[in-house]
């Protein structure tokens, strides 16, 4: 079956745009979650969500958002981008919320720069 | 919260020998722990799993051990083999929560 699909691959911005980054699920996952990875900071948890609600939000601010449409897919957008926003932004989905079974199921992420 | 750290950021290894990753968190009412691999250019890809009632846990020429009295897990590979090179990372959560993941340890293997 067909992993966990980030769009796009790679992404080049500028200071102060905006950007939308896209994630499809597995079929039949129902929790999609976003991390941002950094080489100094690992993978930093962004938000969480669950039938198109979000359950559980990371310590980012608030020019980060997202949502969750009813067929799972999620999006994630930031504004006014800032030039500490480059970074690897990985969606993960799993079947129900924050279940642990065998972890999530990440994506091969958008590659973010903004210049 | 839950700090999560790793004890080495690289890690080189010959083909054929084992090798050990540890990885320490801080929080006592983690439950669940997950190792990962990451290859260049790719999302994290699941390796092991294991839950706080197990101290030791084993699949395909890989074991984790988790020690709860000092808040310390390792991930064991036998056998090191080129396609293991990768980074590592270890994820910690607790019942209901986040998981919060470890920088990585980079493996690489020399032929």
């Known amino acids: 079956k067909a992993g966990v699909t980030q769009t796009p691959r790679y992404l080049i911005k500028t200071r102060g745009q905006q950007v939308t980054l896209s994630c499809s699920p597995i079929?039949?996952?129902?929790?999609v979650s976003w991390y941002q990875q950094t080489p100094g900071q690992g993978l930093q948890f962004l938000f969480e969500y669950f039938s198109e609600t979000q359950r559980n939000k990371g310590n980012f601010p608030g020019r980060f958002s997202g949502r969750q449409f009813s067929n799972s897919r999620s999006e994630m957008n930031v504004s006014t981008l800032e030039l500490g926003d480059s970074a690897l932004y990985l969606c993960a989905s799993s079947l129900a919320l924050r279940t642990g079974e065998s972890g999530y199921t990440f994506g091969s992420g958008t590659r973010l720069t903004v210049v | 919260g839950e700090s999560v750290g790793l004890h080495l950021p690289t890690l080189s290894v010959q083909e054929g020998d084992n090798s050990i990753i540890n990885c320490a968190y801080s929080?006592?009412?983690?439950?669940?722990f997950i190792w990962y691999k990451q290859e260049s250019g790719k999302g994290p890809q699941f390796i092991i799993d294991?839950?706080?009632?197990?101290d030791k846990r084993q699949g395909q020429r890989v074991t984790v051990l988790l020690n709860k009295t000092v808040k310390h897990l390792s991930l064991q590979i036998a056998a090191t083999q080129p396609g293991d090179s990768a980074v590592y990372f270890c994820a910690v959560s607790s019942t209901g929560n986040q998981f919060y993941f470890g920088t990585g340890t980079s493996l690489t293997v020399i032929p």
């Open positions: 294991i839950r706080s009632n197990m």
């Open positions: 929080n006592s009412a983690s439950d669940y």
């Open positions: 079929s039949g996952h129902r929790s």
